[in-house]
C-alpha cells in the first residue's frame, strides 16, 4: 500500500471517530454587532489565535479575486448562537499559535460557493459548494494532505416553511499542525470554532 492510500485511510478513520475539537470560541465572545475587524483571542490553554478578513475568489479559471466583499457581525441565529460572523464574496483567515490538528467551524450557508484552504491559503485550495465535501484531500504548502469533512445539520426555513438555507460544521484535519485555516463565502455565516 503506498504512504498516500495509507495517509487518506487513516485521516477518514480519525475524521470518522471525530469532527468535534476541545477548545470552541463562539463569536459573540469576542465581536460586537457591526463590521468585523481584525480580532486575536486567547484559547483557555493559552494558544492565540488571530483572524482576519482577506479576498474571496472567484470560480473561474484560473480563479481571479471577487471584488466588494463584506464581513460583519450580524444578529443572525446560527447554531443556537445569538450572532454570527457574516461573510459576503469574503473570507476569514484564523491563524494559529502552534497549530492544531483539528479546526472546525459551526455555520449557516445560505447560499452561493465557498473558498476553503489549509496552510497554503492563496489561492484557495478548493473552491465551490461545500456541502459536496465529504472526505476530500487537498495538500497543504508542505504537500501534507488535509482532510475536509462537512457534516449537515437542519434546514433552515423562512416563515412560509420553505428552505432558505442549512447548517453544517466544517473540519479540518491534518497529519501536520495546521497553521492556517481559511473559510468563505457569498452568503456564510459562522457561528463558532474549535480546535484540538
Known amino acids: 500500500m503506498n504512504r498516500g492510500i495509507l495517509t487518506a485511510a487513516v485521516l477518514s478513520a480519525a475524521m470518522a471517530q471525530s469532527v468535534q475539537a476541545s477548545e470552541c470560541v463562539s463569536i459573540q465572545e469576542f465581536a460586537r454587532t457591526g463590521p468585523f475587524q481584525d480580532a486575536s483571542i486567547t484559547l483557555q ?60 467551524f459551526n455555520f449557516c450557508d445560505f447560499g452561493g460557493y465557498e473558498n476553503v484552504a489549509a496552510n497554503d491559503v492563496q489561492p484557495p485550495k478548493f473552491i465551490g459548494e461545500v456541502r459536496r465535501i465529504n472526505g476530500e484531500i487537498i495538500p497543504d504548502s508542505n504537500g501534507d494532505p488535509v482532510e475536509m469533512e462537512v457534516r449537515p445539520g437542519p434546514p433552515i426555513l423562512n416563515a412560509g416553511g420553505v428552505q432558505i438555507g442549512y447548517e453544517a460544521k466544517l473540519g479540518y484535519r491534518g497529519n501536520a499542525p495546521i497553521d492556517l485555516v481559511l473559510y468563505g463565502g457569498q452568503e456564510l455565516f459562522i457561528a463558532s470554532m474549535c480546535f484540538d
Not at 494558544?47 to 482577506?54: G, P, W, Y
Not at 463584506?70 to 502552534?98: H, M, T, Y
Request: charged share 20%; with cysteine; net charge negative.
Open 45 to 104: 490553554s493559552g494558544k492565540e489565535i488571530d483572524m482576519k478578513i482577506v479576498e474571496f475568489f472567484s470560480t473561474a479559471n484560473p480563479p481571479a479575486p471577487v471584488p466588494g466583499g463584506f464581513a460583519r457581525v450580524d444578529p443572525q441565529k446560527c447554531f443556537d448562537e445569538p450572532i454570527s460572523l457574516r461573510l459576503g464574496n469574503a473570507s476569514l483567515l484564523v491563524a494559529i499559535e502552534g497549530g492544531s490538528e483539528v479546526v472546525s
